[in-house]
């Protein structure tokens, strides 16, 4: 089952701060955050594991809500390299085995 | 500098035909995946694979198998193409070690079934 993503969408002025949103129904081992350019492939972000640690990127943040299965990606002093589509992925089982998010679109403006 | 390739960008074929998507890697990682994407339905996951000659299903394994007959290497089938199979389709590995599965894609084969 996928994780819910919100919003779909958000665009931004250069500077401005953003909050995506990502929640599953199901207990998570990890959440992983990745940014697609359009035209090219995911690129990873982060990773937050159970039990908090965490490894990911030096200008992004993200936060793990362990009891309510959500995690958040914080994007702070957006630059317009920061656009793209946002997915998070979700890791239930074994095997490093991630369900996406449909994504979040992300329109960064002068 | 990591590297994951697939055999064609672009790739158009007719219904009824067999076709093979080919992916490989060169960071000796033991997961390999593929997804297809959609607009509006995100990355899906088709079939992984942990092992050489291990492959397990994904979310949407119907109307697809894989092969793995070599670590580096992961081809993803399809045994008779449909137009509903049109996609993006995209390779990805990682490490097995989940504090660094960072996955690493592909470039995405676009395909097109006439």
């Known amino acids: 089952q996928q994780p819910v993503q919100s919003p779909q969408a958000v665009i931004l002025r250069e500077g401005e701060d953003a909050v995506i949103n990502c929640s599953s129904s199901k207990a998570l081992y990890s959440v992983h955050w990745y940014r697609q350019k359009h035209g090219e492939a995911p690129v990873f972000l982060m990773i937050?594991?159970?039990?908090?640690e965490q490894k990911g990127h030096e200008k992004i943040s993200a936060s793990f809500n362990e009891k309510k299965q959500q995690s958040s990606l914080y994007l702070t002093a957006s630059q317009l390299s920061y656009s793209g589509t946002y997915f998070c992925?979700?890791?239930?089982?074994?095997?490093?085995?991630?369900?996406f998010g449909i994504g979040t679109k992300l329109q960064v403006i002068p | 500098d990591v590297k994951v390739t697939q055999s064609s960008r672009y790739l158009v074929k007719r219904t009824g035909e067999k076709v093979f998507l080919e992916c490989v890697q060169d960071?000796?990682?033991?997961?390999m995946f593929w997804y297809r994407q959609d607009p509006g339905l995100g990355l899906r996951l088709i079939y992984f694979s942990y092992d050489v000659k291990m492959k397990e299903k994904g979310d949407i394994p119907e109307g697809y198998s894989v092969s793995r007959e070599k670590k580096e290497r992961f081809s993803l089938i399809l045994e008779s193409a449909s137009t509903n199979q049109t996609s993006m389709y995209l390779c990805a590995s990682c490490p097995p070690t989940r504090a660094y599965n960072e996955q690493f894609f592909g470039p995405g084969t676009r395909l097109t079934v006439l």
């Open positions: 992925g979700t890791e239930v089982g074994g095997y490093q085995k991630v369900t």
């Open positions: 937050l594991l159970k039990g908090g």
């Open positions: 960071m000796d990682h033991e997961n």
